[in-house]
């Protein structure tokens, strides 16, 4: 009775931002709202939108505690210290500086990355130039997700596949991360140097130590505690947060102001997951749906491939302006009530590929919104350019990998 008052309270919630929310989540959540109800007057039990809603409510303190982090983050003398020294790379690294600092800055800052590389441009450089800032960046940011448990769907990956352990996912995540900015710098790195990646690599070693110290402090938690991906977060930024404030109590009041600013964005985020969560619930637990996909999910067809639309179900949709949220958790939701036979841990790299590679080309994507704010570049130049190709690349690279580790594994 408790979790059906507070998962209503949520509902409420959702319903009062809608009006402030942009158009493409009020798009999206009148389709799935429409998909929900047709549903639970068809197939499906109308109990499963309240058990979708309680799976959600977690996000209503996740969320708040990643904006919390980034605010910290953004406020932290390291952070800054790595920024100026990108500013100060040569045109010739420029672009290699942008792609892996918006990587590690985008780990905890996620789209506030974008304002720090954002000075690496001059304010006199020209339109191409700053495209091609701008798309260096979405590559570096938009990956970043492949490993941080900074990021929403690092966390909905984890509702669904909370058997993947943080000291699996993170470590496999960082190497795919790794081959992912080799294979940008690859394409687009004109002149390609060693040099300039370790120059770029320098200018980040001020901040390397303290994402080391977050990110492994959260594996530990996750490890020797029976804490979640979800719990271990939860718990173990805001201590990180706190011990900030102590060390710098003149950054608590800008902190507290702008996270309880950032609140009022956050309508957006968590309108895209109920909604994705409630009709991944509620098509799951549908015995007359599951009748039918089961025959192609389970065991119907091979790991790569469903590893392979695992990823595509979320980035061809994106690329027409479908928030991989939706697509790729209702998938998952599908995916994971069924016997599918994929090694959760490939399935969950799979996720977190397809979430970052359509956010990266997604014409409504907030990351490419801002992005194209940052360095005045309009959004449609930003998605749909040369990270298109890219995307595909990186693509057509993770699924044998993914599909190796399967077949290692199982």
Not at 116 to 142: F, Q, T, Y
Not at 243 to 251: E, N, S
């Amino acid at each position: 009775m408790l979790d059906h008052i507070v998962a209503g309270g949520l509902l409420l919630y959702v319903l009062g931002t809608l009006p402030q929310a942009r158009l493409e989540t009020k798009v999206l959540v009148g389709i799935g709202t429409v998909a929900t109800l047709i549903l639970i007057s068809t197939v499906a039990d109308p109990e499963a939108v309240w058990r979708g809603l309680e799976r959600t409510l977690i996000f209503a303190g996740l969320l708040p505690t990643l904006k919390m982090t980034r605010e910290v983050a953004r406020l932290m003398p390291s952070v800054r210290a790595s920024q100026n020294r990108l500013a100060a790379l040569p045109d010739s690294a420029a672009d290699v500086g942008i792609t892996i600092g918006a990587t590690v800055f985008g780990a905890v800052l996620n789209t506030g990355s974008f304002a720090l590389v954002s000075a690496v441009v001059p304010a006199n450089a020209s339109k191409e130039r700053r495209r091609s800032a701008a798309c260096a960046s979405m590559r570096g940011m938009s990956i970043a997700v492949l490993w941080s448990p900074f990021f929403v769907g690092f966390a909905v990956a984890g509702t669904y596949l909370p058997m993947v352990e943080l000291w699996e996912i993170i470590p496999f995540g960082f190497i795919c991360v790794a081959i992912s900015v080799s294979i940008a710098l690859a394409m687009f790195a004109r002149p390609f140097s060693f040099s300039a990646v370790g120059a770029a690599l320098a200018c980040l070693k001020p901040i390397a130590s303290r994402l080391g110290i977050a990110a492994g402090t959260v594996i530990l938690v996750g490890t020797f505690t029976p804490l979640s991906t979800l719990g271990s977060i939860l718990v173990v930024m805001p201590l990180l947060c706190m011990l900030q404030f102590f060390r710098r109590p003149d950054a608590l009041r800008p902190v507290l102001e702008k996270t309880a600013e950032g609140m009022k964005e956050l309508g957006d985020d968590l309108a895209l997951v109920a909604i994705a969560i409630v009709v991944g619930t509620v098509a799951g637990e549908a015995d007359a749906v599951i009748v039918h996909v089961a025959p192609l999910l389970e065991g119907g067809l091979p790991a790569p491939v469903l590893l392979a639309l695992m990823i595509g179900i979320q980035l061809i949709p994106a690329i027409i302006g479908i928030h991989p949220i939706i697509t790729g958790t209702i998938f998952l939701a599908a995916l994971t009530s069924l016997d599918h036979g994929v090694l959760p841990l490939a399935l969950y790299e799979a996720m977190l590929a397809g979430w970052g590679l359509g956010a990266m080309v997604s014409i409504a994507s907030l990351s490419v919104v801002t992005a194209g704010s940052m360095f005045d570049v309009r959004p449609t130049r930003v998605a749909l350019g040369p990270n298109l190709a890219y995307v595909f690349v990186v693509w057509a690279v993770l699924v044998p990998i993914l599909s190796i580790l399967h077949y290692a594994l199982m």
